[in-house]
């Protein structure tokens, strides 16, 4: 037998819990937040220091290929090749940067969007204070959103939650569908706007994985930018772009249901699925959430709920 050790992304986890099939064993050890066991096979999975990825242990005779891009080993050996990530102010222009939006919340779809800006465009801007949506107000975003998707050229994609449901189970983990939804926008863009220099975004995994990810997609010069919405003005757009496409699918959402579906994975988020599903059903809910959230597995448990 053989240990692995391994770094599982926060936002992967439910993916990880819905792929494994060994039986899951309750344990004593309070930092083992899940724990499973068949023969001399083990898998473990720890309790994690808030905002970093949970630590692993697998036991076996191999690794199963859905765990190889947690694997710590090879992130490890892979660090030493060159890589494109940056952390310093973009200050050039034009460029085009991206961000997204609703990879934390249970209810609702993804959003990605790409954004262009050249000097012009940026002094059009300039007095709109422009930084990254997590620090505005919902009504800010959606007054900024309808003046800016008039003004700055972007793309956007939407991914639907049955859709991204299905991606799921064909075996994509988080970070493989933000990469590649990333790329997309990053190069239709580029192309759009005829633009032949570096293509930014706030960076969330390694330069060696997001190759990998992207490897059977256009080439282009991307680059991971650390404190993206920070240094770059294109990226911070990007997000509130994104966030306004995000609040727009929500409110159809509201709409349709005649509700106020609270945003994120928390405890309010749980309470008021259970009287979504009450009120509206099982076929309802499962089509506007994302199945891999351990919000769904507290509602269904690991096996009901996902045919």
């Known amino acids: 037998m053989k240990s692995y050790e391994l770094e599982i992304p926060r936002e992967d986890l439910g993916i990880v819990i819905e792929q494994t099939k ?5 344990n004593k050890h309070f930092y083992i937040i899940v724990y499973y066991e068949k023969g001399k096979i083990q898998f473990s999975i720890y309790d994690n220091t ?20 947690y694997l710590v080993e090879k992130e490890k050996a892979e ?10 102010k ?22 990605v ?9 940026k002094r059009e801007i300039e007095g709109f204070n422009i930084r990254d949506s997590k620090l505005l107000d919902d009504d800010h975003i959606i007054l900024l959103g309808h003046a800016l998707k008039k003004i700055v050229p972007h793309i956007k994609n939407v991914v639907a ?5 299905e991606l799921v189970k064909e075996g994509y983990n988080m970070n493989q569908m933000k990469a590649m939804l990333h790329h997309n926008v990053l190069v239709k ?23 990998k990810y992207t490897e059977n997609m256009d080439k282009a010069p991307v680059i991971q930018l650390k404190n993206g919405e920070k240094n770059s003005l294109v990226i911070a757009t990007a997000s509130i772009l994104a966030r306004f496409y995000f609040l727009e699918e929500m409110e159809t959402l509201n709409i349709r249901y005649n509700t106020k579906i609270p945003l994120g994975a928390g405890a309010n988020v749980d309470k008021f699925a259970q009287e979504f599903l009450v009120k509206f059903g099982a076929h309802n809910l499962k089509s506007v959430v994302k199945h891999n959230f351990r919000n769904f597995t507290d509602l269904f448990g690991d096996e009901q709920g996902l045919c």
């Open 79 to 88: 660090s030493k090749v060159e890589t494109a990530t940056c952390n310093k």
């Open 189 to 211: 863009l580029a192309k759009k706007q005829k633009y032949k220099g570096n293509l930014y975004l706030d960076a969330f995994t390694s330069d060696n994985y997001y190759k």
């Open 113 to 121: 969007v790409s954004a262009y800006l050249d000097a012009d465009l």
């Open 50 to 69: 808030k905002g970093k990825p949970y630590r692993a242990r697998y036991v076996g005779p191999s690794l199963p290929k859905y765990l190889k891009s």
């Open 161 to 165: 939650n049955p859709k991204y449901n």
């Open 22 to 26: 060994l039986p899951r064993v309750s």
């Open 90 to 111: 973009i200050t050039v222009f034009p460029h085009i940067g991206s961000d997204e939006v609703g990879f934390g919340d249970f209810f609702g779809p993804l959003v």
